[in-house]
């Protein structure tokens, strides 16, 4: 299994700002997941993060809006840019087992409230 | 990906036998039927994973008919610990990248 992390585990921010959301696992992975919870809602991915190329952006979300960095193979950042009231989620990321059955493992999440 | 219908939501009291069922009528042949938990304020967690007829394990057990266009979660006797959402999952277990699509889940009420 794996272990991780997130920071911070809250904000409340203003419009306008944005926020880094740093995602740190125990071990190594090759591909690492950026999720978008709204409240009372399901889980949507926002992008993949493989390390040493450019993140892939599901339809929808937009590399200047949620730039991802993906520096080595246990942490990534995903930035919430020029926030609005509309951003206000859980933002989770997630990693997927080496081994069957392939499950994924997330990390707590971030919950941002823009006011 | 094959879509999934699920419940949005049941009520069950404690120590009663819970099966959540989730119809994936366009399920394809290499996919596999994977279960995930997420209680308030978590992360989903990984419950069980089954590809045909039946899984059991600590947790839970996952029954998969013939056609496979439908699969039951079943939790066996529940506490009020088991209070949370479940998501039906359906996708290819290929591993090296598996894209994961979550459905609206079905959020279980056990009462005391």
């Known amino acids: 299994s794996a272990v991780i992390s997130q920071k911070p585990s809250r904000d409340i921010c203003q419009r306008g700002t944005s926020l880094t959301i740093q995602c740190q696992v125990d071990?190594?992975?090759?591909?690492m997941f950026w999720y978008r919870q709204q409240p009372g809602q399901s889980l949507t991915l926002i992008a993949t993060?493989?390390?040493?190329?450019?993140?892939?952006?599901e339809s929808g979300f937009v590399i200047d809006k949620f730039p991802i960095s993906r520096p080595n193979l246990t942490f990534s950042t995903l930035t919430v840019s020029n926030m609005s009231p509309e951003d206000s989620s859980i933002y989770l990321c997630?990693?997927?087992?080496?081994?069957?059955?392939?499950?994924?493992?997330f990390g707590p999440g971030t919950r941002l409230t823009v006011t | 990906l094959a879509k999934t219908t699920q419940p949005i939501s049941m009520d069950s009291y404690e120590g009663q036998e819970v099966n959540i069922t989730c119809s994936h009528n366009n399920i394809a042949t290499n996919d596999y039927i994977t279960w995930y938990q997420q209680f308030p304020s978590q992360g989903p967690r990984f419950i069980i994973q089954?590809?045909?007829t039946k899984v059991t394990n600590e947790v839970a057990s996952l029954f998969i008919p013939a056609d496979r266009k439908s699969s039951t979660l079943s939790l066996p006797r529940v506490s009020l610990s088991d209070t949370a959402v479940y998501y039906c999952l359906v996708g290819m277990n290929s591993g090296g990248y598996q894209k994961v699509t979550f459905g609206i889940g079905t959020k279980l009420q056990v009462i005391p």
């Open positions: 089954g590809y045909k």
């Open positions: 997630s990693v997927e087992s080496a081994v069957p059955p392939y499950e994924q493992y």
């Open positions: 993060a493989n390390q040493g190329s450019e993140a892939t952006y």
């Open positions: 071990s190594q992975v090759t591909m």
